[in-house]
């Protein structure tokens, strides 16, 4: 029987299955029987209309099915079809492409006797020789994000030597961020990740320019800070600033070197629209907000990012010499719970509203508001959304008032922390079908890690009558930082 490969993200809805056998002849039948199996993967997967979702890629081996029969594509009994749906990550893949260096750029360039010494281990590789490291010593590699991605890309970019490396970043290091983002340190912590990451280039190859743009990226400023680079290397987190470089990258004319990753898995490939498509191609429109979880919200294995980033590494070094076959016109997918890598056809689309026939985006436009949401700090609107202060709640719990607490955090995220206090844990995805172990006359306070997904649920049972309902503002985090440093806070 054919079998349907679920991605991580959406197995909170499939009890965990990675996969399903079906007995199916088309796509559109194993689609109906996967949704018959899961009903709460249907919307996930079907809009309203019963169409399937603009963000929602179905592939039949490496090829998208919307370039074979769509749903009606015949299914063989060996099969595997696979679900890709957008992380917060045709052309023939023979093309060459040349090296982004042009001659005259390469001329200007000269090694020391310190640089061929360090650099002797390239030099005698026939694809590299002098004259390839004087290209990657000539190459301007813009790294948006210091984090995840961005640390590994960093060190093996400024270790391989490439001359002038910008860095886009606002963020300052956190404990939290030490787990995959190996170029900040412990005594870090604190310091902006600029400083910290320009010390490490610095320490590792003095022989690197770092240009840092202390800055988050926008469309007022992207255009300006872009221009002067040769290769753009996304390691970005979230949608917005995802659709932003694409976007900017495609009305550049630059290469988009594009990596993500999501708990154990990732996604590579490299958009660039004169030689392939662009991101936009592969998903035309983002995820409503809240339908697929952030790394902050969905966790990711700290090693995931040095996977993918030394995949977008790699890409860059190539684009840079010119040699081997760039990932253009391809999606590599890791599983690493599998070890699997998989690799997808990605076809230009003629009706790409950014690099197609007629292009309708022919400047930034606000990538918050195209993505459903006012920034990043405030992903769920909570505008009129009845909420309490951890201070608020101290307080009146210590009065003995009767409020019932309702945690809808996941099951291990309670054993990392707790309120004080007694409550009721529904996991957020069920408290539909267990709302009815709640009490609408209650004053019930909705609380998980951060207030986002409590606001979420606030606004869910306020449709379902509970008028004293009210969201915990800033979640046990919050109430940690605000009111009790005794609790963890992640
Ligand atoms: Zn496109």
């Given amino acids: 029987m054919p079998t349907i490969f679920i991605p991580t993200a959406l197995r909170v809805f499939t009890d965990q299955q990675a996969k399903l056998s079906v007995d199916a002849r088309t796509v559109g039948e194993a689609i109906q029987k996967l949704v018959e199996t899961y009903p709460k993967l249907r919307p996930h997967l079907f809009n309203e209309q019963g169409q399937l979702r603009s963000f929602v890629n179905l592939y039949l081996g490496e090829e998208d099915v919307r370039h074979l029969q769509g749903l009606e594509t015949p299914l063989a009994p060996d099969a595997e079809l696979m679900i890709v749906p957008s992380v917060a990550g045709g052309v023939g893949t023979q093309e060459r492409v040349r090296s982004l260096i042009d001659d005259a750029r390469l001329q200007a360039i000269t090694l020391s006797q310190e640089e061929v010494l360090r650099y002797s ?21 813009l790294l948006i994000g210091t984090g995840g991605l961005g640390s590994p890309l960093a060190l093996y970019l400024a270790a391989a030597g490439v001359g002038t490396i910008g860095l886009v970043d606002f963020d300052v290091v956190d404990y939290s961020n030490l787990q995959r983002q190996v170029i900040h340190f412990t005594s870090d912590v604190g310091k902006p990740k600029l400083q910290s990451a320009m010390e490490k280039i610095r320490d590792l190859n003095p022989y690197v320019t770092v240009i840092p743009f202390e800055t988050r990226l926008t469309s007022e400023n992207a255009l300006d800070i872009m221009r002067d680079f040769d290769v753009i290397v996304d390691g970005t987190d979230n949608f917005p600033t995802r659709y932003l470089v694409n976007d900017a990258c495609v009305l550049l004319g630059k290469p988009n070197v594009y990596g993500s990753i999501f708990r154990f898995e990732g996604q590579a490939s490299v958009f660039w629209a004169q030689h392939g498509p662009c991101y936009r191609c592969l998903y035309p429109e983002p995820p409503p907000p809240g339908l697929v979880p952030s790394c902050a919200e969905g966790g990711v294995l700290g090693i995931l990012p040095g996977l993918i980033g030394l995949v977008q590494a790699t890409e860059t070094i190539k684009l840079i010499l010119g040699v081997g076959e760039p990932l253009i016109g391809r999606l590599l997918l890791l599983d690493a719970l599998q070890m699997r890598w998989r690799e997808l056809k990605l076809r230009k689309d003629p009706n790409c509203p950014v690099c197609g026939e007629n292009p309708t985006v022919r400047e930034l436009i606000d990538y918050a508001e195209f993505c459903g949401i006012r920034g990043e700090e405030a992903p769920v609107e909570t505008d009129g959304l009845p909420s309490i202060t951890p201070a608020q709640l101290k307080e009146r719990l ?16 309670l054993e990392i922390s707790r309120l004080p206090y007694p409550f009721r844990h529904i996991p957020m995805g069920e408290v539909l079908e267990r709302v009815h172990e709640l009490n609408p006359a209650d004053e019930i306070v909705v609380v998980c890690r951060s207030g986002g997904r409590s606001a979420q649920i606030t606004r869910l049972l306020q449709t379902m009558g509970f008028g004293k309902v009210k969201n915990l503002v800033g979640g046990v985090n919050g109430y940690a930082q605000e009111v009790d440093p005794s609790i963890s806070v992640y």
């Fill in 398 to 413: 210590e009065r003995g008032e009767p409020l019932v607490i309702l945690d809808v955090r996941e099951p291990f995220e």
């Fill in 121 to 141: 281990r390239h030099l005698i590789m026939p694809e590299v020789t002098m004259e390839g490291q004087r290209r990657l010593k000539a190459a301007r590699v």
